[in-house]
T-cell receptor, first 109, second 113 residues
């Protein structure tokens, strides 16, 4: 069964420091991976998708098929990046998104 | 546009009671889904629908029923509430061709005592 693992429940970094949120998946085919974010008192929303290879709010994520990873990175964290981040996965013709357990990021001043 | 709306925002039930969580969207999305969010477990799919009249089970469907009589509405029914159903419930919708980009409602926090 396909699975998404986010090993860190909580992650704290200081403002201006680099941040990396880890995501690993288990799937033998060609996956599609995404990062969703939920800011305090806001709705869960799509942050970025691997296929678009874009940078959103300074965040990037590269799909590494060899390591089956899709880590989210930002070189200089900002306080407004504090949020819950979910890695999500879908594959082939599947209609469902499978979410990881989430990482709560706190950026300290 | 209101996007995805959910009612109620909060609900407390006693074990054995039934209730319906309402979800509506005004974006003409074909795909709608219900998730529950539990600490340490992320979001888990309960049921989903790819269009009016079509529903299917997700990862954790037991104890929940859904129906989709219109494109706009996708209610979730708890048949006989149990403490294990204490959770935050999210409804989401998307275009059928783009289920990766789901638009989420604000959530319903349900407590079963």
């Amino acid at each position: 069964a396909q699975r998404v693992t986010q090993p860190e429940k909580l992650l704290s970094v200081f403002k201006g420091a680099p941040v990396e949120l880890k995501c690993n998946y288990s799937y033998s085919g060609s996956p599609e991976l995404f990062w969703y974010v939920q800011y305090s008192r806001q709705r869960l929303q799509l942050l970025l998708r691997h296929i678009s290879r874009e940078s959103i709010k300074g965040f990037t994520a590269d799909l590494n098929k060899g390591e089956t990873s899709f880590h989210l990175k930002k070189p200089f964290a900002q306080e407004e990046d504090s949020a819950m981040y979910y890695c999500a996965f879908t594959s082939g013709s599947a209609r469902q998104l499978t979410f990881g357990s989430g990482t709560q990021l706190t950026v300290l001043p | 546009n209101a996007g995805v709306t959910q009612t109620p925002k909060f609900q407390v039930l006693k074990t054995g009671q039934s209730m319906t969580l309402q979800c509506a969207q005004d974006m003409n999305h074909e795909y709608m889904s219900w998730y529950r969010q539990d600490p340490g477990m992320g979001l888990r799919l309960i049921h989903y629908s790819v269009g009016a009249g079509i529903t299917d089970q997700g990862e954790v469907p037991n104890g929940y029923n859904v129906s989709r009589s219109t494109t706009e509405d996708f209610p979730l029914r708890l048949l006989s509430a149990a403490p294990s159903q204490t959770s935050v419930y999210f409804c989401a919708s998307s275009y059928r061709q783009a289920t990766y980009e789901q638009y989420f409602g604000p959530g319903t926090r349900l407590t079963v005592t």
